[in-house]
């Protein structure tokens, strides 16, 4: 059982925050303690900011007591990320969840941190502007875990990750300062780049309050094709051509032949029996210029021995189609509710290599794996079927890293570091870079309340 909060602090939470704006009763603090993960670890307080000064309230109070605070969108992370591991003050945003202006013009939105990914987009529609990272998750993330953690999703193939979307930002600093950076243009080269450097912190160095989101017009048309193979090279020589075709698809997913299995077993597609690989691609552009497009797209997918083609037929059959591609992580999740979800990357004409060592591994360890994910980045999200915690499976977690990085790939394309991929940061990150990205935690938050034992290994 830790400490109780200190009475003097409750106080001035009383005083500061509001009568019993701070929730310390157990039905919250079981609430708040959990993510995607299925970890938990309880909090002593949580707080519902509903608006920036708020944030300035709680941080500068928290500072003053050494208490911690973890920032939290929706809890959907993978990584642990928002979870309270040393205990403290959950900082929700939820209750900021407003979509303050768009500039159709100048394309930019500004929105609060507790703005759900999916609520943005609906409201972008009517403009016909649309901001491009789209995990799959958009339909329960925020804005804020989005720029906390870089997120993205299918159409990171043309259209890069959040980094690449965001004009500015305004934050709260740790001891209750604001922080303004960027602004409202496309270009801007003064000082350096703070607003990048916020993005991707994993909410350790400063709460965002306020973002300016950079927008895309909606294409007028889109394409999705379906390809079946029956091997996962086959399908995955296939990405590496298309994408050296100069051909720019919006989208190319892959599933493995252990993913389908799911999918025909939870009855969500009905598939070829002999496919043991899937891709979808999306391309997107003028209406009269798609159907081209998709047929070029189609021509050299069909030269990797495809089994089949399908090119769906309205905007109907391919929501239907993505859909049964989002419902795989649920299904996962009900299957092997503790599995260790992994989304390694490497450069797309390494694919065939990263599988072929991915089946290596799972056979010599009699390990089941399910792989699939955002094929024409190169990120495939590797699920270890098990009940085992990470700590079990260090060894295979490990071989599978150290195959990553031969490849020249990454740990991580876009869940992040949070608590549970800390053991292996060292693979990637050398002994210079972790002490200039350990100096800047401090610059930010010298007391180290932020988001504590997150991401850098424990020293
Ligand atoms: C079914 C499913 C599918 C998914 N698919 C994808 C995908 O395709 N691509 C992808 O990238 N991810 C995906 N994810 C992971 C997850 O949805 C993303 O990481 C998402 O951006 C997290 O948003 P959240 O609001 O849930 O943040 P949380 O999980 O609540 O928090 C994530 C991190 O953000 C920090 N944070 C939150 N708000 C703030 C703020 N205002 N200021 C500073 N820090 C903050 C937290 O401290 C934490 O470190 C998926 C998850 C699920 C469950």
């Known amino acids: 059982m830790e400490q109780p909060l200190p009475n003097e602090f409750l106080a001035q939470a009383e005083a500061r925050l509001g009568r019993g704006r701070l929730a310390t009763d157990e039905v919250t603090l079981a609430t708040y303690g959990w993510d995607n993960t299925g970890l938990y670890f309880r909090p002593q307080g949580v707080f519902l900011a509903e608006n920036r000064q708020d944030v300035v309230a709680l941080l500068s109070l928290c500072h003053e007591f050494g208490i911690p605070v973890t920032p939290r969108g929706a809890g959907s992370g ?16 939820q209750r900021m969840n407003r979509i303050l202006q768009v500039n159709p013009v100048d394309r930019w939105v500004k929105v609060e941190p507790g703005v759900v990914n999916g609520e943005l987009q609906n409201h972008l529609r009517p403009h ?19 720029l906390a953690m870089c997120s993205a999703g299918p159409g990171a193939v043309r259209y ?14 740790a001891d209750g300062r604001l922080l303004q950076t960027g602004g409202l243009t496309s270009k801007n080269v003064v000082g350096l780049d703070l607003t990048r450097l916020l993005i991707g912190s994993e909410g350790m160095l400063a709460v965002v309050v306020e973002a300016t989101l950079r927008l895309a017009p909606l294409p007028a048309a889109k394409r999705l094709l379906r390809v079946l193979y029956g091997s996962v090279q086959n399908a995955t ?16 997913e892959f599933l493995d032949g252990a993913a389908l299995d799911l999918l025909r077993k939870g009855k969500a597609i009905t598939l070829n029996e002999a496919a043991r690989a899937l891709l979808l691609v999306e391309v997107s552009g003028r209406v009269e210029e798609v159907d081209d497009l998709a047929r070029r797209c189609q021509e050299i997918l069909e030269r990797f021995d495809a089994l089949e083609v399908l090119r769906a037929g309205d905007e109907a059959e391919s929501a239907r189609i993505w859909q049964a591609r989002s419902a795989l992580s649920p299904t996962l ?12 990357v490497v450069p797309v004409s390494r694919l065939p290599e990263l599988m072929d060592g991915l ?12 792989n699939f994910g955002h094929a024409g980045n190169g990120n495939i999200h590797v699920n270890l079927l098990t009940s085992q915690t990470v700590e079990q499976v260090l060894p295979i977690l490990q071989e599978v890293f150290q195959l990553v990085r031969k490849l020249d790939g990454s740990l991580s394309g876009e869940h992040g570091i949070g608590i549970q991929k800390r053991p292996f940061l060292s693979l990637e990150v050398d002994e210079v870079s972790l002490q200039l990205q350990r100096a800047i935690k401090d610059a930010f938050d010298p007391k180290g309340i932020l988001n504590p034992d997150k991401v850098f290994p424990a020293s």
């Not at 993978?78 to 945003?93: D, E, F, K, R, W």
């Not at 990750?161 to 500015?168: A, E, F, I, P």
């Open 128 to 146: 016909g502007l649309f901001w491009p990272p789209d995990p799959s998750s958009a339909r329960t993330c925020t804005i804020g875990g989005n």
């Open 237 to 252: 020589y296939a990405v590496a051509a298309l994408l050296n075709q100069g051909l720019a698809p919006d989208a190319v």
């Open 160 to 173: 890069g990750v959040t980094r690449d979307w965001v004009l500015g930002l305004t934050a709260v600093l």
């Open 78 to 93: 993978n990584v642990g990320g928002c979870l309270p591991v040393q205990g403290g003050i959950v900082l929700s945003t």
């Open 333 to 344: 999740k009900k299957l092997a509710p503790r599995r260790i979800n992994e989304d390694v």
């Open 359 to 370: 089946t290596e591994i799972s056979q010599r360890w009699q390990m089941p794996m399910v």
